[in-house]
């Protein structure tokens, strides 16, 4: 039986379509009789999968999408009342993340987040150039507006999504925006580089792009003008003041157990004694998940296939993976798995022994570090 895990809820409904956005999520007007379905079905599995799993502990609730907020204020309201009544009783704080894009945020979204303890708001670029050629949802110029009035409610416990790569963004531009974003004083930044989804309009080549080696030097003046700002990376793309990282995205990272809750969500549950684990995933349908016809799936995952996981997600992480964890439930350090790596990437300076991790410098070779982490477990190097 599974005691803890962090809960995911996936509502999949946009005002639009983003060009570079891969989630699962379908445009909606706000009569759309769906809205009210889906938040009658979500509490229903909710409280189906605390049981079926025995879950008695949920310390961190991340409700994401598509655009939570395109529900509504009032059926926002009800979902995140459903759900703050189904979960057990924990000891402490536990997080409880919204998101939400800034144009939504108004007095009746406000008064539904007191019932949340953090914000996550998709600002992406204040630069209508670059907003419009990527067709993102929503008004830039309402964002200086909404941005103060959620400030004044959350403080520090909002967060703020930025994109670099995007069309018309030079380095004077990003800056400008962060310098914008931190004017709202978030306790938490995320800085996304924008990458091309497969099936995504952005990955159809008709968008005019920085060339990659432009986009990593931009992506790196942000990450440094945060950091000055006095933000610190803890992530490949996320940055905090002190205490205010995500606890629900750090659950990933570490591969602690989460449920994944809607039509997209998937959720990653962890035998801690066997160190194998089960994936389900909801078929991100949601007419076939509202007519109960929904096709999860659920995948085993074997030792060695959570092994690589753990070593992907960790090393994402400036921490580096969970070392008590992984050994609980693989029985070995990392160091014993890929030695020649980890000194090949020591010796470059790129990687740090306590705690295992890369360096700030060696994230920006993550993909490369994983490749070679990955050819030495398979022993293919
Ligand atoms: S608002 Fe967010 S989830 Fe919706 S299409 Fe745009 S990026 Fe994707």
């Known amino acids: 039986m599974m005691a803890e895990a962090g809960v995911y809820i996936h ?41 079926a799993e025995g879950i008695s502990r949920v310390p961190t609730v991340y409700i994401g999408g598509g655009t939570p907020s395109a529900l509504g204020a009032a059926r926002l309201d009800r979902l995140l009342e459903g759900v ?26 406000l008064r539904v987040c007191r019932r949340v303890t953090r914000l996550s708001l998709g600002v992406q670029s204040f630069h209508e150039p670059s907003r419009r050629a990527v067709h993102r949802v929503g008004e830039g110029s309402l964002l200086p507006e909404r941005l103060k009035m959620a400030a004044d409610i959350f403080g520090d416990a909002l967060s703020l ?15 400008k925006d962060i310098e914008k974003a931190l004017s709202y004083k978030p306790g938490h930044v995320s800085l996304y580089a924008l990458t091309l989804e497969e099936g995504t309009p952005l990955a159809a080549g008709t968008h005019t792009l920085p060339e990659p080696e432009e986009a990593d030097r931009l992506w790196i003046a942000g990450r440094d003008a945060l ?3 006095g933000l610190t990376q803890y992530e490949v793309s996320n940055f905090s003041r002190p205490g205010k990282q995500s606890a629900h995205n750090i659950r990933y990272w570490r591969m602690e157990n989460w449920l994944g809750l809607g039509p997209g969500g998937s959720g990653t549950l962890i035998n801690d004694e066997t160190g194998t684990g089960r994936r389900l995933t909801v078929k991100a ?63 470059r300076g790129l990687l740090q022994k306590e705690p295992l991790a890369l360096t700030k410098e060696g994230l920006l070779f993550l993909n ?14």
């Open 368 to 381: 490369t570090f994983l490749a070679e982490a990955f050819r030495e477990l398979e022993g293919t190097n």
């Open 227 to 229: 950091e000055t700002a």
């Open 161 to 175: 999504d930025l994109m670099t790569g995007l069309p018309f963004q030079s380095e004077t531009i990003l800056l």
């Open 84 to 109: 703050g009544d189904l979960l057990p009783e924990a000891p402490g704080v536990r997080e409880f993340t919204l998101e939400a894009n800034p144009e939504s945020v108004d007095e009746a979204l």
């Open 285 to 347: 349908d949601l007419d076939a998940w509202l007519s109960c016809n929904t096709g999860d799936q659920e995948e085993y995952l074997d030792q060695p296939t959570l092994i690589q996981e753990s070593l992907l997600m960790g090393f994402r992480y400036l921490k580096g993976p969970d070392r008590r964890l992984f050994e609980k439930r693989f029985h070995r350090p990392p160091e014993s798995l890929i030695p020649q790596t980890l000194h090949r990437w020591e010796a």
């Open 11 to 51: 509502v999949p409904f946009c005002a639009g379509a983003c060009d570079y956005c891969d989630f699962y999520s379908i445009p909606v007007t706000p009569t759309d009789k769906r809205l009210d379905q889906y938040v009658d079905q979500l509490l229903k599995d909710l409280e189906a999968s605390l049981i």
